[in-house]
Structure formats: C-alpha cells, structure tokens
C-alpha cells in the first residue's frame, strides 16, 4: 500500500507547505471556517458540526448546499464524525508548472488558496479553493490497514440543477457512457454514474470527477432522486474476478483522493481547468526524453481491409510491414499491432504468421516505431517477463486492454504497469479503462487512454455528433481520449448502417479531421486503413501534420452538445478545430490572436454536398494575417480543420 504523504517527492512536500500559516485551537466544534479563491470568487465554509461538511458559493450564489463528507474503516475509524478541531492552517500558491507532456499547454498556472484542518484522531481534511473550482480531500497519519467500509461524499446541488449524467448500468464496465441530459432530480436512486459527470447549477457548470486515485476504488455516482447525488465505490475483485461485498483494505497513514468540483461560468471556460492534473502526484521518472508524442497507424478498426496488395490481408508479417511503409511515407511515427498476434492467455509467445523481429525491423529501417495490443489479465500474469522481452524486441509503447473495473485491485494494476512500463520505457495506452485520475502526471508515459466512447462504438452502434460535443467539455477535462478519429467512410443518418468488418462514422470526413485538433491525446490514432489513407493521400498528409501535444489555445466558440470550435498553438503555428452536431452552421473566425506577418493557410472543410454525401470535403489553401477573418460553413453532423503555419 502506497504511503503517498510521506514518500512524495520533497518538491511536492515543499508545495504542500508553502507559505502556511498556523493557527493552534482548542478542541473546536460547531465552528465554519471560510476559505476563498484568489480572485475572491468562489467562496467554501468548511463546518465542523456533529459531521463535517462543506457548502459552496460562486459569485454570491450558493450552488452546493451544505454537504457531508466522511471515511469509515471495519476497524471502527471514523474520519469526519464527530470533528474536533486542534489545528488549522492556511496557506496560499501562486506557481508556473511546466509539465513534461503538454497535452493541452506547455505551462499551467497554478494558483489557489489552501484551508488545512486537523482533528483529534489524528486525521486531516485539506481544502483548495481555486479561480476555476474546488477540491478537497481526507489524509490521515493512524497506524496500521483496515477494509474501507465506507466513504461519505454527498453533492446537494442548489435547487434546479441541470445534468450530463454518464448513466453506467454497472461498476464492472469500460466506462463508455453517453452523457444523457437530464433534470438532476430526474436521477433515482437506483441509478448508477461513472465520473466525470457535468451538472448546471444556477446557470454554472459544475464538472465532478477526482484524481491523485492511488490504492484506492474510484467515486462513483448515485441520485438521490431530489436533485441530489452522492458517491459510491465498486467493490474489491477476488481471484476469480467477481466482485465482493468489500471495498478492500486501505492504509490509514496516507493522503487519499482529490475530489474535484470544476467550476466555469461559460462552456468554454471548462477547457481553463486542468485540476485534474495539477492536484495528482508530480512525475517519479526522472529521465522523460524517451517519451515520444506522435500519431498511431491502427489496425483494428478497420479490420485490415486492404485491397491493390499482393499479399492476403490480415494479421501477419506482410501487412504490418505495409502499415510500416504507409506510416513513413506520411510521417506518421508509430504503428499498432493490435489483438491477435498472441493468445489473449499468453502475450509472452507470438502466434504462426507473425515475425515479429522482421516487423520491428522493417519499421525501424523507415523510422517508425511499432506498439503491441495487450490484454490485462494475461499481461498482469506475467508483467515484467512481458515488458522485458518487448524492450528487447524493440517495442517502443503498450496499449493495455479489459481491465474494465476501478476497483482497488484494479487501480493498483494501473500503477504497477505504468511503473514497471517506465522501467523498461515503454509508453502507456490503457482501453477498457476508468477516466483519467492524475496518473498521467505521475507516469507521463501513460500517454492517453479510453474510457470513451469512441468511433470503434460505431461497428455495433451510433456515435453521434451531439456526443461527440459532450467529449470536449466533459471527459476531455479529466485528461486525455484515446477516440481514435480518422474514420474515412462517413454517413449522414439517412445512409448511415453499423457494419462491423467495414464501419463508417455518424459524421462528415471533415468533422472526423477536426478532432485532431479538438480531441486531446498525445497518441493520436488513424483508425481507417492504409488503403483507404492512399487513394486520398491529402487526407493521411493533412493529418499527420496536425501535433498532438500544444504550447497554449484559445476558445472561439463553445456551446455544450452543439458546437465547439478551438484554436491551438503549436510554437509559432496555429491550428483551428471545429464540430456542429446536427445542426448546419456557419461561423465567423477572427485571426486576431496570430502572430505577425504572414501564415500559410490550409483549410479542410465540409464540401458543398456534405450534407448528403458525409464524404465531401474542399481543401483550400491561402495566405492569411492577423488582420483576416474568415466565413465558414459547416453541414449537419459536420466541422472544418485548419493549419496555419507561419512563414
């Protein structure tokens, strides 16, 4: 069990104690204490009453009434009953983080005031109150485990509140949810939600998610039926993988997890917050410079649906090395050979057809680098053989797959793959997974990962544009998704079909293009294959010229469900995403935040028949200044990309 507090780097301890200011008490209950954010904002009484409990205020308007947060352990520890108060601290942070993967920019202001209250019992409640949001979170310094019996952690919502509620029917899932509009009194009680989930509260958005999940289960949702919501955990897996009635053993002399409450008052301001990062636990790899962003050529997807080759297609020597020569003929940096080059019981062996030393080989020869599909339950049998051998094979990245549970088991193989892929410097890519939970900072070659519901959902279902404007705003702000765009068949409803071996998306190409500007992940996906790429080379080109980590972006319009459209930079370069849902629209963009002097301009939009045929698109290419606006029109279901490289 991880003793967080007290191994943390000292750079995190320094942090944590900076600029405190002591305040001694006596046994104190009954007592509020009020914390705020630095612009004066946000407003928290912490209150120390027969339970402890928290309200929240934005702009003089109360938006969580007060709401009870507490720990219970078998052995009879409380955290939260009955507080008495012997210390409080106060402290204020005003820092630049640069953090070593940019995902969304290349350095993060980190600013917030700190509330830390001690109790008798030896136990400790730390609050933050930043200009976008709240976080609070338990430690304790007690002797010895005990099975977590329960945690107490309620949201009672001002009246009226409005959600994007993940609805899950059960904790054993690979957390890919819709977010369903929905009245939050709408919510029973017994319904069940992952994290991150949006509520509306008094015309501001709320976003709940955690992080810093170590040794832990993941909070989950129920409603209360009255607008309210409070959190639940899954229970722990035994040896054979079913769940028990337990929540699992803990230690009780460490931090536990931040809970967040992401605040905004507009839906664009949702993309400033990054808590979710800034509160997890900072890197524990010292030398990063092996960890490579880039994009990913995928099989799966599509199947390996090749054609105008003269070799059979499928998962073998010939067609990856033909993924190998499609990636470095587009500069793409890596491929994937996904699910079926071993046995989903032993990832130590490659299965007949499979040479997988003349691949690497092959692909290294053109400077691409090659990524293994594993799944969790064999891999976790035998995790360092696994990551030792590929290190030697060559294999520079991992996509871990089916853990599909937080539970503390769970999470814990989560830390023990990244550590031990670390070891061996291996990238991360996990699917059938929980939301990102802070990880990604404390191993940044955990690069991105699912936990979305993605285009590959469009072989058995429909991913529609509405969702895909959820992502953004929701799942995106707990950190990076691995949605794998790129699909090249694309459908309005009218013609679209599920088709699982030739699958086509609820979009036009051009919307599939702009999430390489929108969706954040530092590995980025193409989905479709080679051949489809190579008929329409200015696709896989456009493409693999977009980054996928950025220095800094600016929102230009935002609506939840609707519409989104991003600015982002990269060095001197700017490049602009954009999405509708059904709706057409058309959308003046201002150039005003460029740089001087000229930039090359290409643009990627829906084509004038995009509204019938999801595949039309029109690629323009011009010299544009700051001084330049542009008028852009999007079909139903459709978006635009643009580059603009500076000269």
């Keep these: ?63 969580l009434a007060p709401s009870h947060i507490a720990m219970t352990f078998a052995d009879g520890t409380a955290l939260g009953k009955s507080p008495q108060v012997v210390e409080v601290k106060r402290s204020a942070i005003s820092e630049q983080l640069t953090p070593v993967i940019k995902v969304r920019t290349a350095k993060i202001d980190n600013q917030y005031n700190q509330l830390s209250l001690s109790f008798k019992d030896n136990y400790q409640v730390d609050f933050r109150a930043f200009d976008e949001g709240v976080a609070y979170r338990f430690s304790a310094q007690q002797s010895g485990k005990s099975a977590l019996t329960s945690e107490q952690a309620e949201f009672n919502f001002a009246k009226g509140a409005f959600a994007y509620f993940p609805f899950e029917k059960k904790f054993a899932s690979a957390t890919q949810p819709r977010f369903t509009p929905i009245a939050a009194k709408g919510i029973d009680k017994d319904e069940l939600g992952s994290l991150p989930a949006l509520f509306v509260v008094n015309g501001v958005n709320v976003l709940l998610t955690e992080t810093d999940l170590q040794s832990y289960p993941g909070l989950w949702l129920r409603g209360k039926g009255d607008g309210n919501v409070y959190g639940v955990h899954p229970f722990e897996l035994d040896k054979d993988e079913q769940y028990t009635k337990d929540l699992g053993i803990v230690s009780k002399s460490r931090s536990y997890p931040w809970r967040i ?19 997890a636990e900072p890197s524990r790899i010292e030398d990063t410079s092996w960890i490579k962003p880039g994009k990913i050529a995928w099989d799966w997807y599509n199947e390996n649906n090749l054609k105008g080759v003269d070799f059979k297609a499928g998962i073998n020597t010939e067609t990856y090395q033909y993924y190998a020569d499609f990636a470095a003929d587009f500069g793409i940096e890596n491929i994937l050979i996904d699910d079926g ?70 999470v814990d193989f989560y830390w023990r793959a990244a550590a031990m892929a670390a070891k061996y410097k291996l990238m991360v890519n996990f699917h059938g997974a929980y939301k990102p939970a802070g990880i990604h900072r404390t191993y940044p070659n955990v690069m991105t990962r699912e936990g979305v519901r993605g285009l590959e959902n469009n072989k058995w279902s429909e991913v529609t544009s509405t969702h895909n404007l959820h992502l953004p705003f929701i799942r995106m702000i707990a950190g990076p998704l691995d949605y794998t765009p790129g699909a090249m068949a694309n459908a309005q409803q009218k013609n679209f079909n599920k088709v699982w071996s030739r699958p086509m998306s609820l979009t036009t190409r051009a919307q599939q293009i702009a999430m390489y500007v929108i969706y954040e992940s530092p590995l980025q996906m193409l989905a479709d294959t080679p051949t489809s790429y190579r008929a329409e080379p200015e696709i896989p080109r456009f493409i693999a010229a977009i980054p996928t980590v950025w220095d800094d972006f600016k929102v230009l319009h935002a609506s939840i469900g609707e519409y989104f459209t991003i600015a982002r930079r990269a060095g001197d370069n700017w490049y602009i995403g954009a999405m509708t849902n059904t709706q057409a629209r058309s959308q003046q963009i201002n ?57």
């Design 1 to 63: 069990m991880l003793q967080r507090f007290l191994t943390a780097p000292q750079a995190y301890k320094q942090l944590m104690l900076a600029g405190v200011l002591t305040l001694p008490c006596a046994l104190a209950m009954g007592e509020t204490y009020q914390l705020s954010s630095p612009d004066g904002s946000i407003l928290v009484d912490v209150i120390a009453e027969e339970q402890l409990s928290y309200r929240v205020s934005v702009d003089g308007q109360t938006i």
């Design 341 to 410: 080059w071993s046995s989903q019981e032993d990832v130590l062996n490659v299965l007949p057809g499979i040479d997988m030393q003349a691949i690497i080989a092959h692909a290294k020869a053109r400077g691409v680098g090659v990524q293994l599909w594993v799944p969790y339950s064999a891999l976790d049998k035998n995790l360092e053989e696994a990551f030792k051998l590929y290190a030697k094979w060559g294999i520079n990245g991992v996509k871990i797959d089916f853990m599909d549970s937080d539970s503390i088991k769970r």
């Design 261 to 279: 409450l992401a605040i905004a008052r507009s839906d664009g301001e949702l993309l400033d917050n990054q808590m979710s990062y800034t509160l």
């Design 591 to 647: 150039l005003d935040f460029l740089g001087d002097g000229e930039y090359e301009m290409q643009l990627l939009q829906d084509g004038i028949n995009a509204g019938n045929f999801a595949e039309d698109y029109k690629l323009i290419k011009k010299t544009v200044t700051k001084g330049d606006s542009l008028d852009l029109n999007m079909a139903a279901n459709g978006g635009y990309a643009i580059q603009l490289i500076k000269r």
